[in-house]
Structures are given as structure tokens and as C-alpha cells.
């Protein structure tokens, strides 16, 4: 194998190995800042434009720029965020309601005895 093969193996790699640890970071919820998502985006954006050139001859690195786009778009999206928020709104009067509910039985025992 030439180096040249070798180097183009290895950049695959890489890029391969980030975009699947940013897919993760975004699954598990770690991205919540849409600043931070933007500003990873672009990055991606930036090896997208790097791997352009190796598309058109190498199906891996067609598929790696296909799997880059979506997880930017993913990134990108405004919905799963507001999603997101509005679940925690949710769970947050859930827990403010059972809160308020025990101090009334609280205070209700209290006068009780």
C-alpha cells in the first residue's frame, strides 16, 4: 500500500471515529447549547469541504460526507430542542406540584395534631 493510501486511510478514520463521537455527544444530551451545536456544525462543515474532493472516487468517503451532513442537520435542528425544553418544563411543574402538594398535607397534619 502506498503512503499516500495509508495517510487517506487514516484521515477517513479520523473523521469517521469524530463524527460518531459528536452523534453520541448529541444522543446522550450533551450538546444542549445551540451556540455549541453552531459552532460544530460549521466545523463540520469544514471536513465536509476537506473530503469533497475524495468523494467522487471512494465510497467511504461518499458515505462519511453523507453521515457529516446528516448529523449536521441534526445539529441544526430548532425542533429537538424545543422539544427537549418543553419536556423539562414539563418534569420541572410535575415536581413544583407534588412539592406544593406535601406541604399542604404537611401543614394539614400539623393542624391535625
Do not use: C, W
Amino acid at each position: 500500500m502506498k503512503d499516500e493510501d495509508i495517510l487517506h486511510s487514516d484521515v477517513l478514520s479520523y473523521f469517521t471515529e469524530e463524527f460518531a463521537t459528536l452523534e453520541k455527544r448529541l444522543k446522550t444530551g450533551e450538546l444542549d447549547d445551540y451556540r455549541e451545536r453552531v459552532l460544530v456544525s460549521r466545523k463540520i462543515g469544514e471536513a465536509v469541504n476537506l473530503l469533497s474532493p475524495y468523494v467522487r472516487s471512494d465510497p467511504r468517503a461518499r458515505q462519511l460526507v453523507r453521515t457529516a451532513e446528516a448529523l449536521k442537520k441534526q445539529l441544526l435542528s430548532v425542533r429537538d430542542m424545543m422539544v427537549k425544553q418543553l419536556l423539562q418544563q414539563r418534569e420541572k411543574q410535575s415536581l413544583l406540584q407534588v412539592i406544593l402538594r406535601r406541604k399542604k398535607e404537611a401543614a394539614a397534619d400539623s393542624l391535625l395534631s
